[in-house]
Structure formats: C-alpha cells, structure tokens
C-alpha cells in the first residue's frame, strides 16, 4: 500500500510538473508583453509618432494609447536592418511601427508574433523570383517597393514609404500594404480573408464583388475612371489576387479614406469594422497635413 502511494505521488508530482511546463511559458509571455506594452514612448519617439502617422493626432485618446502600447512592444522585439548602405535613424523605426500597429487597434494581439526582422532600403530594390513549373525553374529579377514573406521578414524601400506619406493624395502607403499581408496570414495563407472578420458570409460578399468588378476594369471590360470622370480609387495592382485586393483596399482605406467611402462605401464599412478605426469620420475633410 505505502509503494501504490509513493508511486501515485511521484506520478502526481510528474503530471504537476508537466503541467506547469505547458503553462508557464505562454503566461510567462503574456506578462513580459503585457509590461513591454506598459511602458512609455520617449518624447522623440511621440514626437515623430505625429510627424510620421498623421492620422494618429485625430485618434481618440484611448486609441492613442493603445497604438503607443502596441508600438513599445514592436519597436523592442523587432530587428531594424539597414540594406545597401542605409543608415536606419529613429524616424524610419517609428514610421514603420506606427502604420504596423495602426493595423492593431482595438484587437487582443501578439504583435506580429511570427515576424523577426524588418528590412529597410534605401529606395527601391531589386528582388530574385524562383518560378518552378514541374521540373522547370526559372530565375527572374524584378524592382520593388517592398514585400512581406510568409512567416518571415517585412522588406519596406524607404524612399518609397516617405513618399507615400508625403503624397497622401496617391492613396498608397508601402508599409500598409505589406502588413496588411502580415495581418492576411494569420490564418495560414494569403487569400484576403484575414483572421476575426466578424461576418464572414459579408465580407465575402462584399470583397469577392469588389474584386471582381477590379479585375473587370484591369481587362478593360468597364473603364470606372472614364465613367465616373475622375481616377479610380483602389490601385489596379489590387486585381492581381484578393491577397493583393485586401492589401490594396487597406491602403485606400487609411490614405484616401474620404474618396474610399464616397466610391466604394460596403468596402469601407467592411474595413472600418474589421480595423475598429473609422477615419472618415476622424479625418478632416481637407486632408491629412503631412508636413514631417
């Protein structure tokens, strides 16, 4: 009887400390997050908070703090990496952080947990696409503003982000639109569908008739902008797949929020309730002043 206990003990003091294995580690990293996210910007780093992200000066309060906490927690954890030379300054690390955790608001997250390192160059870049048919590779080469690797690093072209957020008027953003595919992935692929859509039979509707309707204008069997006289408000580069389609309506979205609404008004209803962040309605109807 005193061995059936000393072994029912020591099995119970195994399965304790199994236990206690599991659960440490992800409880352990919801406080270190938890205290990261705690602690204060410096006073640089909100200053160039609302030189970099113009939206962030309409946010209400709570958001700001929330897009501050987010922005600790990314700026510690993630790797800045220069390419070509580039020097990565304080104003190229918050710029980058705010418009990642612009994508965060009013969401429990891990803060891009699968993404290590972000990649800076100093304009655009050229990039080596394997293409793999069968037996067949072929090796191409093409220039880019930037890309977002599946379960790996965010490459952004400096040059390209400040003009983007120097020209709102162009509706795009480079760094937007490759976290909008860091946002996309989260449930294992990239098909522009993203984790936690409230009402997934409604964002499909609306998203598979927009991107249909993209795709119609991009083989020229409707002409939107000669219809409408003035230039469509989703890039064309959206009709390349609904993974581009979501990175592209997330672009517009933050940029162009007044011209979205106005011409594509289920999508930005869509994308207000998914990002928890209405900017119509924060942003004056003159524009963001972009002045950094």
């Known amino acids: 009887m005193l061995f059936s206990l000393n072994t029912m003990i020591e099995f119970l003091a195994i399965v304790l400390f199994a236990a206690l294995l599991w659960l ?34 309409y946010l209400p309060a709570e958001q700001k703090r929330e897009l501050q906490g987010n922005m600790a927690l990314f700026l510690h954890e993630k790797a800045f990496v220069g390419c070509e ?15 990642a955790c612009l994508l965060l ?11 290590y390192t972000v990649l800076l160059y100093p304009t655009t870049y050229v990039a080596r696409e394997i293409h793999r048919e069968g037996y ?16 790996g690093p965010v490459v952004l072209s400096w040059g390209d982000l400040e003009d983007d957020i120097l020209h709102p008027e162009n509706g795009r953003n480079v760094a937007l639109h490759e976290f ?23 964002w499909s509707e609306v998203f598979g008739d927009e991107f249909e309707k993209l795709r ?11 219809q409408q006289g003035a230039a469509p408000v989703l890039d064309l580069y959206g009709a390349e797949s609904p993974a581009e389609f979501f ?18 008004p289920q999508l930005y209803r869509e994308l207000s309730s998914f990002y928890r962040v209405d900017p119509a309605a924060l942003l004056p109807s003159h524009g963001f002043n972009t002045s950094v």
């Not at 409880?27 to 113009?54: D, G, K, N, T, V």
């Not at 990175?247 to 594509?264: D, G, K, L, Q, Y």
């Open 24 to 57: 440490i580690p992800p409880y352990y990293q919801r406080l270190r997050r938890y205290y990261l996210r705690s602690r204060p910007l410096s006073s640089e780093q909100l200053q160039l908070l609302a030189q970099w992200l113009p939206l962030y000066r």
């Open 85 to 99: 030379g580039l020097l990565v300054t304080e104003a190229m690390r918050v710029a980058v952080a705010a418009h």
């Open 105 to 115: 608001l009013g969401r429990e997250n891990r803060c891009y947990p699968d993404l």
């Open 136 to 151: 067949i590779e072929t090796t191409a080469h093409s220039v880019r503003e930037g890309e977002a690797h599946y379960r």
């Open 180 to 202: 909008a595919h860091k946002i996309d992935e989260e449930d294992g692929a990239y098909d522009g569908r993203p984790l936690r859509v409230e009402n997934g039979r409604r």
């Open 216 to 226: 119609r204008r991009l083989k020229h069997e409707e002409t939107i902008a000669d």
């Open 247 to 264: 990175a592209v309506a997330t672009e517009a979205f933050f940029v162009i929020p007044h011209e979205m609404r106005a011409a594509h």
